[in-house]
């Protein structure tokens, strides 16, 4: 299936989403002016357009897609289900400016930080994925505290349950959030409308190589795709791959999220929850997140496990006790999205993409010119998504990125320890 047909996408709704589960039948695309001028056209033409296929239809293979698209190369993208069909419509989009500060992730998310501003510019994000600054709150909650107390002057109104200890983690400056599923549809509808990047829907078998250099991407149906470069972005994914298998080291951790719908949207304020929640049953305490969205619904996830990955993304159910506990969280929360306040709009799951360093994988593949690759972001793929497909266009194009330093995150380092 080949998708081409530009389509308007919708505004984000303020009170409704799309029905949780539902798979569109055609992708949309959007309608915007060209941000090329007419000379800058015209020096692309000269050139001889670079072939590149983008493997995985998730938030990095959207970003990559968008970003070489702009660079002139001419673009397909090969996904297996549906665009942002696991976890980058499954996320909770949260942005963080400074969080990963003082390791080797920082430069990359601040890099990517502020191209999502930019891109809300760009693409009206307020609007089109719900692109908004947030306060940021960490908050203990304690079931055995069976009080509800007038809410704080530090917590918001809504936050109504037996919470205690707050304190700003994050402030509209630092912190920020879109609707993931949206702003990956987005992203790629852009790049398909105005740059003629083509969607095909299709399981990569694997990548046709001849004399160290990547030709092909060939498709389980036979079909070959050629290719001057192949980016791989299969998320967890990758280690169902053979050549990735053999080399780099990404394994899946299932991450579990409810979505609820409360009757009185409009007490939710833009405050995002990072709660330390201890059960009244006693044992280790959970980390549970909660982020309204400009939609009016509320997003709470948490409750991760190691699983095997299946084969396809469709499969990708919750555990009914992880989905369970979620609901209780979002009761002792607030009032406002306990059962029958609130309408559960989905229960979910999806696999982040993890290494054993904790460290993404963004690279050319040691030993095959022209492969790249660019996944295990864990919980970070929604906020590290634009600069990690600025800088694999850059790689690609150009040769170089300029746009933040990759090297740490080279799939090389699987090599040399001796994977």
Request: proline share 8%; charged share 20%; aromatic share 6%.
């Amino acid at each position: 299936m080949l998708v081409t047909s530009p389509l308007l996408v919708p505004r984000l709704p303020l009170k409704r989403t799309e029905a949780p589960g539902s798979r569109p039948s055609v992708f949309p695309a959007i309608r915007s002016s060209s941000t090329l001028t007419v000379p800058e056209h015209l020096a692309m033409a000269e050139k001889q357009q670079q072939q590149v296929v983008v493997c995985g239809g998730g938030v990095i293979g959207a970003c990559t897609a968008y970003f070489l698209a702009k660079k002139g190369a001419a673009v397909t993208v090969v996904e297996k289900s549906s665009p942002a069909c696991a976890a980058s419509g499954k996320a909770g989009g949260f942005l963080a400016l400074d969080w990963c500060d003082g390791g080797p992730v920082g430069p990359l998310a601040r890099a990517s930080f502020n191209l999502h501003r930019s891109l809300a510019e760009e693409l009206d994000g307020a609007h089109s994925y719900g692109y908004r600054t947030l306060t940021t709150l960490s908050v203990k909650i304690d079931e055995s505290d069976q009080s509800r107390k007038k809410p704080k002057p530090s917590l918001p109104s809504w936050v109504d349950g037996p919470a205690r200890n707050p304190s700003t983690i994050g402030t509209t400056q630092t912190t920020a959030q879109v609707h993931p599923k949206l702003f990956t549809q987005t992203l790629l509808s852009k790049a398909v409308a105005q740059h003629g990047v083509e969607v095909v829907i299709g399981k990569l078998d694997r990548v046709g190589v001849e004399g160290g250099r990547v030709t092909a991407a060939v498709l389980e149906s036979g079909r070959e795709i050629a290719a001057d470069a192949v980016v791989l972005a299969l998320g967890p994914w990758s280690s169902k791959l053979p050549l990735l298998d053999s080399i780099v080291g990404v394994y899946g951790r299932k991450a579990h999220s409810i979505v609820v719908e409360p009757k009185d949207a409009d007490a939710i304020s833009p405050h995002a929850l990072f709660l330390s929640y201890y059960p009244a049953s006693g044992g280790s305490h959970l980390d549970p997140e909660v982020y309204p969205r400009p939609t009016g619904e509320v997003y709470i996830c948490g409750m991760s496990c190691l699983e095997e990955v299946p084969d396809d993304p469709e499969d990708v159910v919750g555990n009914p006790e992880s989905i369970s506990m979620l609901k209780r969280v979002a009761g002792y929360v607030s009032s406002h999205l306990a059962e029958g306040e609130a309408a559960v709009k989905a229960e979910q799951a999806c696999f982040l993409p993890c290494t054993d360093d904790g460290l993404p994988v963004i690279g050319e593949v040691p030993g095959v010119k022209g492969c790249f690759v660019a996944t295990g972001h864990s919980c970070w793929g929604i906020l590290n998504g634009p600069a990690t497909g600025a800088a694999v266009a850059e790689l690609v194009v150009d040769g170089y990125g300029s746009i933040v330093d990759l090297t740490r995150f080279s799939p090389a380092r699987f090599v040399m320890a001796g994977r």
